[in-house]
């Protein structure tokens, strides 16, 4: 019979998990990892296959804390705020986490249609917004979409470390943006507007 592994798949990720938030994406290699963990590299290539499996576990992991995050917004009213605010207490709290989600060098470049389904799951936001000021479908995706991005550029700056905002300044500026474009939704013919431009795929510079 084999020996019984020393660490389970889990413990690696998890400890995998606390490198990076620790140390950042580039540190997460096998050495780094065996030193943490406090033995060789080979329980680690017989758990996973290769660096790039045990780095895409990682990450999972690295989501699914983020969705914990977003998901507490459901217990407030309006929820769709909450959930940004929360985003980007995540990436104030978890800096090197969030890099690895969003900002990771690793990650190959992708049309922003994919970008946001990976990130965004089914989470059904645009639905919620959709119900709360009865807005048709390709509406509330516009706009669910496009506070996405403005959330993801507060974030970006949050994890940098570049600024931070209080609550009140965060729920300002997401609220402002927020009404208008619930503005420009309903003045504009944006279901129209939104089958002329084909989305491209992202270049290597």
């Known amino acids: 019979m084999p020996p019984k592994p020393r660490f389970t798949r889990k413990e690696m990720v998890d400890a995998g998990l606390e490198l990076v938030r620790q140390k950042g994406a ?30 895409g576990e990682v ?15 459901m217990e407030y009213d309006p929820p769709f705020k909450k ?15 969030f890099k690895m989600i969003f900002m ?8 922003f249609d994919d970008l946001f389904t990976s990130h965004t799951g ?13 807005l048709t479908a390709i509406q509330a995706r516009y706009i669910y979409e496009h506070m996405w991005v403005y959330t993801f550029g507060i974030s970006v ?7 931070n905002f209080s609550d009140a300044e965060l729920s300002n500026l997401l609220g402002v943006e927020f009404l208008a474009l619930l503005d420009y939704v309903r003045k504009n013919d944006v279901e129209r507007q939104l089958d002329l431009p084909e989305r491209v795929m992202a270049k290597n510079a």
């Open 157 to 163: 700056l949050c994890a940098l470390n570049q600024c």
């Open 83 to 97: 959930a940004g605010m929360q985003i980007i207490l995540f990436a104030s709290r978890e800096p090197n986490l």
């Open 122 to 134: 089914n989470n059904k936001f645009d639905v919620v917004i959709s119900k709360a000021y009865s």
């Open 26 to 55: 580039e540190a997460l290699t096998a050495r780094e990892l065996a030193d943490v963990l406090g033995c060789s590299a080979r329980p680690i290539f017989t758990a996973f296959e290769n660096m790039d499996e045990l780095r």
């Open 59 to 73: 990450k999972k992991a690295a989501k699914e804390l983020i969705a914990s995050y977003a998901n507490k917004a």
């Open 104 to 111: 990771s060098s690793f990650d190959k470049p992708t049309s």
